[in-house]
Antibody, heavy 115, light 107 residues
Framework: EVQLVESGGGLVQPGGSLRLSCVAS????????MTWVRQAPGKGLEWVAN????????YYVDSVKGRITISRDNAKNSLYLQMNSLRAEDTAVYYC????????WGQGTLVTVSS | DIQMTQSPSSLSASIGDRVTITCRAS??????LGWYQQKPGKAPKRLIY???SLQSGVPSRFSGSGSGTEFTLTISSLQPEDFATYYC?????????FGQGTKVEIK
């Protein structure tokens, strides 16, 4: 059974940093692109970033470029999202997903940026 | 960026109704489109991939059609568990983009 479990969310002040993690199980992690998607409270889904199987290609939505970095550790079956210079508009539930077409989703982790 | 225009933004329907939701892409995306269902407080769940293929385990009352710029999700006979918000996602080019969502409510 495919499982994706996010962690690392919480309350952070504007300008602060946070690192989200997503641990995968039930499939060969190193064989799949992985994706981060976020959802602000009461809003729709927004694609954030994705990363190729070996980490050699990464893509980002313009609003996070230069502040957020996607990475992975295939030996640990883990996906990461390093978030710096956080803004109020980054407040959202962050989901990790498998593949670029997102066939499976984690349960999400809430990031709140507020003073 | 490819814009995905989803309509309607909300609809009210009764049990047994046929429901149709549309996503229009601002440029051609072949069939690189998926449909998702999201219930409150839950992660989205994929219903349709490659525009018209039914995800394993999803009831056959859900179907998808379209290619290029116009896509449709149809629920042939609405059931109580189908009241949710539905999104399309294009994965043809970067950045990936979602439709703004369609909330299906009980009439």
């Amino acid at each position: 059974e495919v499982q994706l479990v996010e962690s690392g969310g919480g309350l952070v002040q504007p300008g602060g940093s946070l690192r989200l993690s997503c641990v995968a199980s039930g499939f060969t992690f190193s064989a799949y692109w992985m994706t981060w998607v976020r959802q602000a409270p009461g809003k729709g889904l927004e694609w954030v970033a994705n990363i190729k199987e070996d980490g050699s290609e990464k893509y980002y939505v313009d609003s996070v470029k230069g502040r957020i970095t996607i990475s992975r550790d295939n030996a640990k079956n883990s996906l990461y999202l390093q978030m710096n210079s956080l803004r109020a508009e980054d407040t959202a539930v962050y989901y990790c997903g498998r593949t670029t077409a997102i066939d499976y989703w984690g349960q999400g982790t809430l990031v709140t940026v507020s003073s | 960026d490819i814009q995905m225009t989803q309509s309607p933004s909300s609809l009210s329907a009764s049990i047994g109704d046929r429901v149709t939701i549309t996503c229009r892409a601002s440029q051609g995306i072949r069939n690189d489109l998926g449909w998702y269902q999201q219930k409150p407080g839950k992660a989205p769940k994929r219903l349709i991939y490659a525009a018209s293929s039914l995800q394993s385990g999803v009831p056959s009352r859900f179907s998808g059609s379209g290619s290029g710029t116009e896509f449709t999700l149809t629920i042939s006979s609405l059931q109580p568990e189908d009241f949710a918000t539905y999104y399309c996602l294009q994965h043809n080019s970067y950045p990936r983009t979602f439709g703004q969502g369609t909330k299906v409510e009980i009439k």
